[in-house]
């Protein structure tokens, strides 16, 4: 059983390139979760997914698409990175959307330069 | 705005020793969730405890407790008989109907042998 699992774990980008986070996770979990987290602060939710074709906003998700085509996987792009998305971005999931606790990825670290 | 506020941006403390984490948050939702996260040096974030608004008696999980006072908005982590491995960042949230989960700052712990 191996959690959520993110990749890459750092990746570098010039301005204007696209990628994509992989997000995965094995424990059949409804929810899943995108967050990032700048130098200092608190994690800020991107998008979330209450379940296989169901996505919504979170509280900055300007610069970023998800897609949910199956219970596993929770993809975040990127399309033209800019400076400001210098960020650890962090994938969870959870059971339910509240009683049940969120499991977090290890992070993927990013420079936009 | 929901928001959360921890206003003790680092602490430290004695081995053995206890200490008292602050949070507030400001919301206009009657019925939401509070949780403590730790966040070591590998950026592995670890849910530490968990509160529901709707229960009056404060959560306890081994060594950790809160203090939740609703009227107040106030839910602050007591660490009793500090360990080194106690040493990180902790992250005070919210969580509210529709799955928007809001954090705060962080608190830097560190654990004097």
């Known amino acids: 059983n191996a959690g959520v699992t993110q990749t890459p774990k750092f990746r570098i980008l010039k301005i204007g390139q696209s990628m994509t986070l992989q997000c995965t996770q094995d424990?059949?979990?409804?929810?899943m979760y995108w967050y990032r987290q700048d130098p200092g602060m608190g994690l800020k939710l991107i998008y979330y997914?209450?379940?296989?074709?169901?996505?919504d906003k979170g509280e900055v998700p300007n610069g970023y698409n998800v897609s949910r085509s199956t219970t596993e996987d929770f993809p975040l792009r990127l399309e033209l990175a800019a400076p400001s998305q210098t960020s650890v971005y962090f994938c969870?999931?959870?059971?339910?959307?509240?009683?049940?606790?969120?499991?977090f990825g290890p992070g993927t670290r990013l420079t936009v330069t | 705005a929901q928001t959360v506020t921890q206003s003790q941006p680092e602490m430290s403390v004695q081995e053995a020793e206890t200490v008292t984490l602050s949070c507030t948050y400001d919301?206009?939702?009657?019925?939401?969730?509070l949780f403590w996260y730790k966040q070591p040096p590998s950026r592995q974030m670890i849910l530490v405890i968990r509160q529901e608004a709707y229960k009056q008696q404060n959560a306890t999980e081994n060594r950790f407790s809160v203090n939740f006072q609703k009227a107040a908005k106030s839910f602050s982590l007591k660490i009793s008989d500090s360990q080194l491995g106690d040493a990180a960042m902790y992250f005070c949230a919210y969580l509210i109907t529709g799955n928007q989960f809001y954090f705060g700052t962080g608190t830097s712990l560190t654990v004097i042998p």
């Open positions: 919301t206009s939702e009657s019925d939401y969730y």
């Open positions: 424990m059949n979990h409804n929810y």
């Open positions: 969870a999931s959870s059971y339910d959307g509240q009683t049940y606790e969120q499991y």
């Open positions: 997914s209450v379940g296989a074709g169901i996505t």
